[in-house]
């Protein structure tokens, strides 16, 4: 096992560099002149002096590939620069904006699996009754809503409405009441394209052959499904939910925007429309980071749910 994570690291790194690569250079790519444009006010246009002072103090005079190496260094020792806007650290503004992203996703994702997974079992075990079919209607509109429309739609019942939950906010550092109504939206959403996979992955695995040779043993339905099936049938789950955990964690920007949530989504969103060059960078390879650990414990969780899996490891 030990040997099987230290080669999924291994295949990690050359991704985690093209990424680098990626998000330094692609800031380089838009329109314009990065000094001018971070040093344009609305008094008008700087001076070549100015803008010639400020290529040296931000090494941006020095050709690309010296700026990436400084830059891709200073990053692998935890320095990610400072905001080009706030001066700022750029690790300080990335933590702090996930933090926010962390509490939301964490409800979210709470939401989404205690609603797909009961009603993907369910649809599945009750295959083509009405039961099935309500399971599948719902799935399919949680699938077809947009979020941003779901978001307006839940503000104007709880909020405008009923007055039971806040428009929107971030309140005293993420307080409950104030997640509510983001993560109803974000889990929701989610869950409506797990509970369709869970369904169709346990009849999948109900068709299998060691199903009818358990169900021939006389073993109780429960134990049939609950020990036998859903084990095998939650492994393309798992999948889908680490990838959901993943947007999440990197933050839903509309809904975030939406709700006023001060997550990761927003910070980049914001950075953009700034020109904050470093903050970009940062944020796209925090995000990338993000992914990759995912999908490393996703690999991982699969030899636990799969004995077939764990035996060709040791193999």
Known sequence: MLAYISKR????????????????????LAPGDPAEILLMSPEGS???EAIDAFRV????????????????????????????????PVA???????????????????????VSIPLGIMAAVKHNTIIDDLCRFGALIGVSIPNFWQAFLLILLFSVYLDWLPVAGYGDGGDLKHMILPAITLGTSSAAVTARLMRSSLLEA???????TAR????????????????NALIPVVTILG???????NGAVVTEWIF?????????VDSIYQRDYTVIQGSILFIAVIFVILNLIVDISYTYLNPRIRYEIVD
């Open 243 to 249: 990838l959901n955990l993943g947007f999440l964690l």
């Open 216 to 231: 021939a043993k006389g073993l109780p339905e429960k134990i049939v499904i609950g020990k036998h099936a859903l084990k």
């Open 206 to 212: 109900l068709s299998q052959d060691y199903i009818i």
């Open 9 to 28: 690291i291994l295949l990690i790194m050359p991704a985690l560099l093209f990424v680098s690569i990626i998000s330094f250079s692609m800031v380089y």
């Open 260 to 268: 006023g949530w001060p997550g990761i989504g927003d910070l980049v």
């Open 46 to 48: 700087p001076s070549p």
């Open 92 to 114: 300080d503004a990335i933590m702090k904006s996930f933090k926010a992203t962390l509490k939301l996703s964490f409800v979210s994702m709470i939401v989404s699996i205690v």
């Open 57 to 88: 103090r931000m090494g941006l005079d020095q050709p690309i590939y010296v700026q990436y190496l400084r830059w891709l260094d200073n990053v692998i020792h935890g320095d990610f620069g400072y905001s080009y806007m706030s001066e700022r």
